[in-house]
């Protein structure tokens, strides 16, 4: 239980270092929509993390 919490927050970290990076890389990081695609993604893993829960 606890080991896919940290499964799915390693995820969000991850992912979020990726995007950021790929911001970096193709300049596009003082675009707001960067940001909001950042939180997207991280609402995505969080719901993924929810029913996962629920499940058990």
């Given amino acids: 239980m606890i080991e896919q919490i940290l499964v799915f927050l390693f995820l969000m970290v991850i992912g979020s270092i990726f ?16 940001y909001v695609f950042i939180i997207i ?9 929810l029913k996962v829960l629920l499940n058990f």
């Fill in 41 to 49: 993604y991280n609402i995505f893993i969080l719901i993924v993390l």
């Fill in 19 to 34: 995007l950021i990076f790929r911001a970096l890389v193709f300049r596009e990081l003082h675009k707001k929509n960067t």
